[in-house]
Each structure stands twice: as structure tokens, then as C-alpha cells.
């Protein structure tokens, strides 16, 4: 969570020329807001449309698909994503406090110590699949992304 994943991903998707599909997005275009989601029905509920999303965003042949930090938590999202270059996007509790003071994050609500907990959980399903990992605590977004870029490329 708030890691720049929408960000940096529109700049890779127009820097390689391929689409770009946003997860959370899809989620909210075609089921509304995500605050709202989890205040009417829970988050298993939002957790299942979550799966729907990323099976559908992963049926793109290439494509570079941001998917919301809980992604990994589903046992068929992440089958689909062994498969996938999975790129981690990584940062810091002091980062995330700076980028989400205003925002309204259903998990974030307890607190910023909440983010620190919920990365520590998840911490370990995001190693296992990634294919690299960058930090994106301090460096420009520009400069994360170019990086990402090069990165594909040598792997093509």
C-alpha cells in the first residue's frame, strides 16, 4: 500500500508501450468506492471482486497491471502470479505516513503503525513472488520507473 503503484506503472505501461490496468480502478468504476465496498459488505467481499480483477487483468497478454497491496492474499491470485513478471514495489512507514495523510485507506484506519503490521504479514508472500524488487522510499518516480524499464528490457 502506497508504494506508487499506479504511478510508477502508467509511466512503464507509456515508456513500453503496452496498456496499463489498475486493479483497484477497475474495482471502483465498476462497483464504487472502495471505502464504501468494505463499510457495506465486509472485506471478503471486496477480496473476491478483488480476484475477479486480477484474473481479468491477467489474462492480457502484456500489460502492465498495478494490483492493490491484499492482492497476494488470495491463493488463486497468487498461482496466477507465478506465472507473471511480478515487480515489488517497495517503501518505508515514514513514506507511507508522508503519502496517506489525507487518504481514506479502509486498512489504514486503525493508524499509520497499521501499514507497518499489514507489510510485515505480507511481507514474506510478496518476496516469494517477485521477480525484482525496488525501493521507492525516496527516489523520483521518473527515475523508479526509467529503472523498471531498463530492467524489462534486458529481461526480453
Partial sequence: ??????????????????PFIDTDKDIVAEHGPITEIFAANGEDHFRALERAAVAAALQRSRAVVSLGGGA???????????RATVI???????AVRNRTKNAKRPLL???PDAWQ?????????YE???????DTS??????IAADIVKWVRTQS
Fill in 128 to 134: 516469494a513472488l517477485a521477480s525484482v524488487s525496488f
Fill in 117 to 125: 503490521r499489514i507489510y510485515d504479514e505480507r511481507r514474506p508472500l
Fill in 138 to 143: 525516496t527516489r523520483p518516480v521518473d527515475a
Fill in 1 to 18: 500500500m502506497a508504494s506508487g503503484k499506479s504511478k510508477i506503472g502508467r509511466r512503464v505501461a507509456r515508456a513500453l508501450r503496452v
Fill in 109 to 111: 484506519a486503525a493508524g
Fill in 88 to 94: 515489488s514495489l517497495s517503501t518505508t512507514a515514514e
Fill in 72 to 82: 497476494v492474499l488470495d491463493p488463486a491470485s497468487r498461482a496466477d502470479l507465478r
